[in-house]
Protein backbone atom coordinates (compact mmCIF):
# COMPACT_ATOMS: atom_id res chain seq x y z
CA UNK A 1 0.00 0.00 0.00
CA UNK A 2 2.59 2.52 1.10
CA UNK A 3 4.06 1.68 -2.79
CA UNK A 4 1.23 3.32 -4.47
CA UNK A 5 1.35 6.16 -1.91
CA UNK A 6 5.09 6.41 -2.53
CA UNK A 7 4.38 6.43 -6.99
CA UNK A 8 1.06 8.81 -6.50
CA UNK A 9 3.11 11.00 -4.92
CA UNK A 10 5.79 11.13 -7.22
CA UNK A 11 3.09 11.89 -9.76
CA UNK A 12 1.73 14.33 -8.37
CA UNK A 13 5.44 16.15 -8.04
CA UNK A 14 5.92 15.46 -11.25
CA UNK A 15 3.24 17.03 -12.18
CA UNK A 16 3.25 20.32 -10.37
CA UNK A 17 6.95 20.41 -11.68
CA UNK A 18 6.12 19.86 -15.14
CA UNK A 19 3.77 22.63 -14.52
CA UNK A 20 5.92 24.88 -12.73
CA UNK A 21 8.84 24.71 -15.54
CA UNK A 22 5.86 25.86 -18.72
CA UNK A 23 4.45 28.45 -16.08
CA UNK A 24 7.89 30.35 -15.96
CA UNK A 25 8.73 29.31 -19.62
CA UNK A 26 4.96 30.99 -20.76
CA UNK A 27 6.51 33.93 -18.36
CA UNK A 28 9.53 34.81 -20.05
CA UNK A 29 8.37 34.07 -23.13
CA UNK A 30 5.14 36.74 -22.14
CA UNK A 31 8.16 39.40 -20.62
CA UNK A 32 10.02 39.50 -23.92
CA UNK A 33 6.70 39.66 -26.21
CA UNK A 34 5.49 42.53 -23.69
CA UNK A 35 9.23 44.49 -23.35
CA UNK A 36 9.15 43.80 -27.47
CA UNK A 37 5.98 45.70 -28.08
CA UNK A 38 7.03 48.45 -25.91
CA UNK A 39 10.12 48.50 -27.67
CA UNK A 40 7.85 49.26 -31.20
CA UNK A 41 4.87 51.36 -29.87
CA UNK A 42 8.46 53.88 -29.06
CA UNK A 43 9.56 53.70 -32.65
CA UNK A 44 6.09 53.93 -34.13
CA UNK A 45 5.78 57.17 -31.30
CA UNK A 46 8.74 58.39 -32.91
CA UNK A 47 8.15 58.22 -36.29
CA UNK A 48 4.73 59.90 -35.60
CA UNK A 49 6.08 62.51 -33.87
CA UNK A 50 8.93 63.24 -36.69
CA UNK A 51 6.31 62.95 -38.99
CA UNK A 52 3.87 65.47 -37.80
CA UNK A 53 6.71 67.91 -37.72
CA UNK A 54 6.58 68.21 -41.29
CA UNK A 55 2.42 68.38 -41.50
CA UNK A 56 0.60 71.33 -40.94
CA UNK A 57 -0.74 74.29 -43.33
CA UNK A 58 2.84 75.34 -43.87
CA UNK A 59 4.18 72.48 -45.55
CA UNK A 60 7.88 71.29 -44.97
CA UNK A 61 10.08 69.18 -46.29
CA UNK A 62 11.65 66.03 -44.83
CA UNK A 63 14.99 67.30 -46.50
CA UNK A 64 14.69 70.83 -45.14
CA UNK A 65 13.45 69.48 -41.67
CA UNK A 66 16.60 67.01 -41.27
CA UNK A 67 19.45 69.32 -42.50
CA UNK A 68 18.20 72.13 -39.97
CA UNK A 69 17.88 69.25 -37.33
CA UNK A 70 21.86 67.55 -38.28
CA UNK A 71 23.30 70.78 -39.75
CA UNK A 72 21.37 73.75 -37.82
CA UNK A 73 21.29 75.68 -41.50
CA UNK A 74 17.94 76.33 -42.42
CA UNK A 75 16.75 76.42 -46.24
CA UNK A 76 13.72 79.00 -44.80
CA UNK A 77 14.49 81.70 -42.90
CA UNK A 78 10.87 81.10 -41.45
CA UNK A 79 11.93 77.38 -40.54
CA UNK A 80 13.44 77.77 -37.12
CA UNK A 81 10.37 79.61 -35.49
CA UNK A 82 7.92 77.45 -36.86
CA UNK A 83 9.63 73.94 -35.62
CA UNK A 84 10.83 75.23 -32.54
CA UNK A 85 8.16 77.77 -30.72
CA UNK A 86 5.30 76.29 -32.63
CA UNK A 87 5.36 72.67 -34.56
CA UNK A 88 7.43 71.30 -31.43
CA UNK A 89 5.51 72.21 -28.05
CA UNK A 90 2.68 71.41 -29.98
CA UNK A 91 4.00 67.55 -30.44
CA UNK A 92 5.30 67.49 -27.24
CA UNK A 93 1.99 68.78 -25.48
CA UNK A 94 0.04 65.84 -27.95
CA UNK A 95 2.61 63.32 -26.62
CA UNK A 96 2.79 64.33 -22.62
CA UNK A 97 -1.13 65.11 -22.41
CA UNK A 98 -2.27 61.65 -24.54
CA UNK A 99 0.12 59.58 -22.39
CA UNK A 100 -0.87 61.38 -18.91
CA UNK A 101 -4.71 60.69 -19.69
CA UNK A 102 -3.93 57.44 -20.30
CA UNK A 103 -1.64 56.27 -17.48
CA UNK A 104 -4.55 57.83 -15.32
CA UNK A 105 -7.04 55.75 -17.00
CA UNK A 106 -5.65 52.77 -16.22
CA UNK A 107 -4.18 53.23 -13.18
CA UNK A 108 -7.91 54.03 -12.37
CA UNK A 109 -9.50 51.17 -13.88
CA UNK A 110 -7.22 48.63 -11.88
CA UNK A 111 -7.38 50.57 -8.70
CA UNK A 112 -11.49 50.24 -8.84
CA UNK A 113 -11.00 47.00 -10.88
CA UNK A 114 -13.89 48.34 -13.48
CA UNK A 115 -12.92 48.52 -16.88
CA UNK A 116 -15.19 51.54 -17.54
CA UNK A 117 -13.73 53.97 -15.55
CA UNK A 118 -12.15 56.78 -16.67
CA UNK A 119 -9.60 59.42 -15.80
CA UNK A 120 -12.52 61.82 -14.64
CA UNK A 121 -14.42 59.21 -12.82
CA UNK A 122 -13.48 61.01 -9.33
CA UNK A 123 -14.58 64.80 -10.91
CA UNK A 124 -11.25 66.34 -11.74
CA UNK A 125 -12.24 67.27 -15.33
CA UNK A 126 -15.74 68.73 -14.25
CA UNK A 127 -13.57 70.55 -11.62
CA UNK A 128 -11.22 71.72 -14.31
CA UNK A 129 -13.75 72.90 -16.17
CA UNK A 130 -15.63 75.17 -13.74
CA UNK A 131 -12.20 76.77 -12.32
CA UNK A 132 -11.56 77.61 -16.21
CA UNK A 133 -15.20 78.83 -17.04
CA UNK A 134 -14.73 80.96 -14.01
CA UNK A 135 -11.92 82.28 -14.40
CA UNK A 136 -13.00 83.24 -18.63
CA UNK A 137 -15.94 84.81 -16.93
CA UNK A 138 -13.83 87.77 -14.92
CA UNK A 139 -11.41 88.06 -17.33
CA UNK A 140 -8.26 86.41 -16.50
CA UNK A 141 -5.13 85.96 -18.26
CA UNK A 142 -3.99 82.60 -19.51
CA UNK A 143 -2.00 81.57 -16.72
CA UNK A 144 -5.02 82.65 -14.33
CA UNK A 145 -7.15 80.52 -16.16
CA UNK A 146 -4.67 77.35 -16.21
CA UNK A 147 -4.10 77.54 -12.46
CA UNK A 148 -8.04 77.92 -11.63
CA UNK A 149 -8.27 74.99 -14.03
CA UNK A 150 -5.64 73.02 -12.27
CA UNK A 151 -6.47 74.16 -8.23
CA UNK A 152 -10.45 73.47 -8.65
CA UNK A 153 -9.75 70.31 -10.40
CA UNK A 154 -7.70 68.85 -7.21
CA UNK A 155 -10.56 70.84 -5.06
CA UNK A 156 -12.95 68.73 -6.94
CA UNK A 157 -11.12 65.43 -6.70
CA UNK A 158 -10.66 66.24 -2.56
CA UNK A 159 -14.16 67.08 -2.33
CA UNK A 160 -15.32 63.48 -4.03
CA UNK A 161 -12.78 61.58 -1.50
CA UNK A 162 -13.95 63.57 1.35
CA UNK A 163 -17.61 62.75 0.36
CA UNK A 164 -17.09 59.00 0.41
CA UNK A 165 -15.67 59.08 3.88
CA UNK A 166 -18.78 60.35 5.51
CA UNK A 167 -20.66 57.45 4.12
CA UNK A 168 -21.96 54.55 6.38
CA UNK A 169 -18.82 52.45 7.45
CA UNK A 170 -20.27 48.99 6.00
CA UNK A 171 -19.98 49.99 2.56
CA UNK A 172 -17.86 48.97 -0.06
CA UNK A 173 -15.49 51.86 -0.30
CA UNK A 174 -14.58 51.58 -3.92
CA UNK A 175 -18.17 51.46 -4.81
CA UNK A 176 -18.52 54.55 -2.50
CA UNK A 177 -16.06 56.42 -4.51
CA UNK A 178 -17.35 55.74 -7.61
CA UNK A 179 -20.92 57.28 -6.40
CA UNK A 180 -18.62 60.16 -5.05
CA UNK A 181 -17.01 60.91 -7.93
CA UNK A 182 -20.60 60.98 -9.53
CA UNK A 183 -21.91 63.44 -7.24
CA UNK A 184 -19.04 65.86 -7.48
CA UNK A 185 -19.06 65.87 -11.04
CA UNK A 186 -22.99 66.68 -11.46
CA UNK A 187 -22.54 69.27 -8.89
CA UNK A 188 -19.08 71.07 -11.19
CA UNK A 189 -21.26 70.49 -14.65
CA UNK A 190 -24.17 72.14 -13.27
CA UNK A 191 -21.92 74.97 -11.91
CA UNK A 192 -20.17 75.15 -15.91
CA UNK A 193 -23.42 75.37 -17.26
CA UNK A 194 -24.24 78.35 -14.80
CA UNK A 195 -20.97 79.99 -16.22
CA UNK A 196 -21.85 79.48 -19.61
CA UNK A 197 -25.56 81.02 -19.08
CA UNK A 198 -24.63 84.05 -17.25
CA UNK A 199 -21.00 84.92 -19.69
CA UNK A 200 -21.80 87.32 -22.26
CA UNK A 201 -22.71 85.86 -25.46
CA UNK A 202 -20.71 88.11 -27.53
CA UNK A 203 -17.11 87.21 -25.95
CA UNK A 204 -16.68 85.25 -22.65
CA UNK A 205 -19.58 82.01 -24.23
CA UNK A 206 -17.56 81.86 -27.44
CA UNK A 207 -14.02 81.79 -25.23
CA UNK A 208 -15.63 79.49 -22.09
CA UNK A 209 -17.14 76.45 -25.04
CA UNK A 210 -14.21 76.67 -27.28
CA UNK A 211 -11.60 75.96 -23.90
CA UNK A 212 -14.27 73.17 -22.80
CA UNK A 213 -14.02 71.23 -26.33
CA UNK A 214 -9.96 70.79 -26.02
CA UNK A 215 -7.37 72.27 -28.22
CA UNK A 216 -3.64 72.53 -28.52
CA UNK A 217 -3.67 75.16 -31.06
CA UNK A 218 -2.43 77.68 -28.10
CA UNK A 219 0.09 75.48 -26.01
CA UNK A 220 3.83 76.98 -25.69
CA UNK A 221 7.02 75.54 -24.51
CA UNK A 222 6.06 77.27 -20.78
CA UNK A 223 3.16 75.04 -20.84
CA UNK A 224 5.28 72.04 -21.83
CA UNK A 225 7.92 72.79 -19.09
CA UNK A 226 5.55 73.21 -16.32
CA UNK A 227 3.56 69.98 -17.41
CA UNK A 228 6.21 67.29 -18.09
CA UNK A 229 7.65 67.06 -14.44
CA UNK A 230 4.23 66.74 -12.80
CA UNK A 231 3.65 63.50 -15.41
CA UNK A 232 7.45 62.40 -15.62
CA UNK A 233 7.04 61.92 -11.35
CA UNK A 234 3.61 60.88 -11.00
CA UNK A 235 4.24 58.20 -13.82
CA UNK A 236 7.33 57.22 -11.74
CA UNK A 237 5.15 56.66 -8.77
CA UNK A 238 2.78 54.45 -10.68
CA UNK A 239 4.86 52.54 -12.13
CA UNK A 240 6.69 51.48 -8.75
CA UNK A 241 3.52 50.64 -7.11
CA UNK A 242 2.45 48.80 -10.49
CA UNK A 243 3.21 45.46 -9.32
CA UNK A 244 0.44 46.20 -6.27
CA UNK A 245 -2.20 47.07 -8.35
CA UNK A 246 -1.70 43.64 -9.94
CA UNK A 247 -2.26 41.92 -6.59
CA UNK A 248 -5.26 43.93 -6.68
CA UNK A 249 -6.93 42.62 -9.15
CA UNK A 250 -7.51 39.23 -7.48
CA UNK A 251 -9.45 41.48 -4.94
CA UNK A 252 -9.00 43.87 -2.14
CA UNK A 253 -9.49 41.08 0.81
CA UNK A 254 -6.62 38.69 -0.96
CA UNK A 255 -4.46 41.91 -1.62
CA UNK A 256 -4.39 42.58 1.72
CA UNK A 257 -3.59 39.10 3.07
CA UNK A 258 -0.36 39.71 0.98
CA UNK A 259 0.97 42.47 2.97
CA UNK A 260 -0.28 45.04 0.50
CA UNK A 261 -1.80 48.61 2.37
CA UNK A 262 -4.35 49.12 0.18
CA UNK A 263 -5.79 52.13 1.76
CA UNK A 264 -2.34 53.76 0.99
CA UNK A 265 -2.44 52.70 -2.33
CA UNK A 266 -5.78 53.72 -3.08
CA UNK A 267 -4.83 56.78 -1.93
CA UNK A 268 -1.47 56.88 -4.30
CA UNK A 269 -3.06 56.09 -7.35
CA UNK A 270 -5.86 59.01 -6.65
CA UNK A 271 -3.28 61.62 -5.83
CA UNK A 272 -1.09 60.41 -9.30
CA UNK A 273 -3.85 60.11 -11.42
CA UNK A 274 -5.62 63.17 -10.74
CA UNK A 275 -2.31 65.44 -10.79
CA UNK A 276 -1.96 63.94 -14.23
CA UNK A 277 -5.23 64.78 -15.45
CA UNK A 278 -5.71 68.12 -13.66
CA UNK A 279 -2.39 69.20 -15.25
CA UNK A 280 -3.17 67.88 -18.49
CA UNK A 281 -6.76 69.85 -18.48
CA UNK A 282 -5.26 72.63 -17.10
CA UNK A 283 -3.21 73.35 -20.41
CA UNK A 284 -5.63 71.22 -23.20
CA UNK A 285 -8.66 71.79 -21.77
CA UNK A 286 -11.65 68.90 -21.83
CA UNK A 287 -10.22 66.01 -24.08
CA UNK A 288 -12.88 62.66 -23.55
CA UNK A 289 -12.27 58.74 -24.43
CA UNK A 290 -8.14 58.88 -24.53
CA UNK A 291 -7.95 58.23 -20.74
CA UNK A 292 -10.94 55.02 -21.64
CA UNK A 293 -9.93 53.51 -24.72
CA UNK A 294 -6.41 53.69 -24.66
CA UNK A 295 -5.63 51.34 -21.74
CA UNK A 296 -7.97 48.56 -23.48
CA UNK A 297 -5.96 48.87 -26.82
CA UNK A 298 -2.71 48.16 -24.55
CA UNK A 299 -4.11 45.43 -22.73
CA UNK A 300 -4.43 43.76 -26.32
CA UNK A 301 -0.66 44.81 -26.92
CA UNK A 302 1.19 43.56 -23.30
CA UNK A 303 -1.68 42.22 -21.41
CA UNK A 304 -3.34 43.36 -18.30
CA UNK A 305 0.14 43.35 -16.15
CA UNK A 306 0.20 46.89 -14.92
CA UNK A 307 4.02 46.67 -15.14
CA UNK A 308 3.93 46.95 -18.79
CA UNK A 309 0.19 48.19 -19.01
CA UNK A 310 1.14 51.62 -17.87
CA UNK A 311 3.82 52.49 -20.11
CA UNK A 312 1.97 50.85 -23.02
CA UNK A 313 -0.84 53.29 -21.96
CA UNK A 314 1.90 56.42 -21.92
CA UNK A 315 3.18 55.32 -25.45
CA UNK A 316 -0.29 54.58 -27.67
CA UNK A 317 -1.76 57.61 -25.65
CA UNK A 318 0.52 59.58 -26.78
CA UNK A 319 0.74 58.34 -30.58
CA UNK A 320 -3.55 58.74 -30.51
CA UNK A 321 -3.69 62.34 -29.59
CA UNK A 322 -0.83 63.09 -31.89
CA UNK A 323 -2.60 61.65 -35.03
CA UNK A 324 -5.85 63.43 -33.43
CA UNK A 325 -3.57 66.86 -33.63
CA UNK A 326 -2.68 66.22 -36.95
CA UNK A 327 -6.02 65.49 -37.87
CA UNK A 328 -7.45 68.60 -36.39
CA UNK A 329 -4.56 70.77 -37.60
CA UNK A 330 -4.81 69.30 -41.41
CA UNK A 331 -8.73 68.21 -41.84
CA UNK A 332 -10.21 71.34 -43.03
CA UNK A 333 -9.12 75.33 -43.10
CA UNK A 334 -10.54 75.51 -39.44
CA UNK A 335 -8.91 73.94 -36.43
CA UNK A 336 -10.79 71.22 -34.77
CA UNK A 337 -10.91 70.88 -31.42
CA UNK A 338 -9.64 67.89 -30.24
CA UNK A 339 -12.42 67.00 -28.13
CA UNK A 340 -14.88 66.80 -30.83
CA UNK A 341 -12.64 64.21 -32.61
CA UNK A 342 -11.59 62.25 -29.67
CA UNK A 343 -15.39 61.83 -29.13
CA UNK A 344 -16.17 60.59 -32.50
CA UNK A 345 -13.44 58.82 -33.01
CA UNK A 346 -13.63 57.06 -29.45
CA UNK A 347 -17.35 55.84 -29.59
CA UNK A 348 -16.54 53.41 -32.45
CA UNK A 349 -13.37 52.17 -31.41
CA UNK A 350 -14.79 51.78 -28.04
CA UNK A 351 -17.51 49.40 -29.86
CA UNK A 352 -15.34 47.63 -31.64
CA UNK A 353 -13.10 46.91 -28.33
CA UNK A 354 -16.02 45.67 -26.79
CA UNK A 355 -16.95 43.64 -29.99
CA UNK A 356 -13.63 41.43 -30.28
CA UNK A 357 -12.77 41.71 -26.51
CA UNK A 358 -12.82 38.61 -24.02
CA UNK A 359 -12.88 37.71 -20.02
CA UNK A 360 -9.18 36.67 -20.56
CA UNK A 361 -8.14 40.55 -21.60
CA UNK A 362 -9.09 41.09 -17.79
Given at each position: ?????????D?????????????W???????????????I?????I?T???????G??????????????????????L??????????????A?L????L??????????????????????????????????????????????????V????????????R???????????????????????????????????????????????M???S????????????????M????Q??????N?L????????????????L???V?V????L??????V???????G??????????????????????????????????????????L????????????A???????????????
Amino acid sequence: MSHYKHIIYDGTFFAYFIAEVFYWQFLQVFMRYSSASLVIAFIVLIITALVSLTIGRYSISVEAMVEYITTGRAVDENLPLLLLNVRLPRILGAVLAGGALSVSGAAYQGLFRNPMVSPDILGVSSGAGFGAALAILFSSGLAAIQASAFVVGLGAVFMAVTVSRFMPVGHDRILMLVLSGMITSSLFGALVSLMKYVADSESRLPDIVFWLMGSLSGITMREVIFIAPVIVVMFVVLQLVSWKLNVLSFGEEEAMSMGVNTKALRMTVIVCASLLTASVVAVTGLIGWIGLIIPHLARFVVGPNHRFLLPASFLIGGTFLLLVDDLSRTATSLEIPLGIITSMLGAPMFFGILKISTKRVW
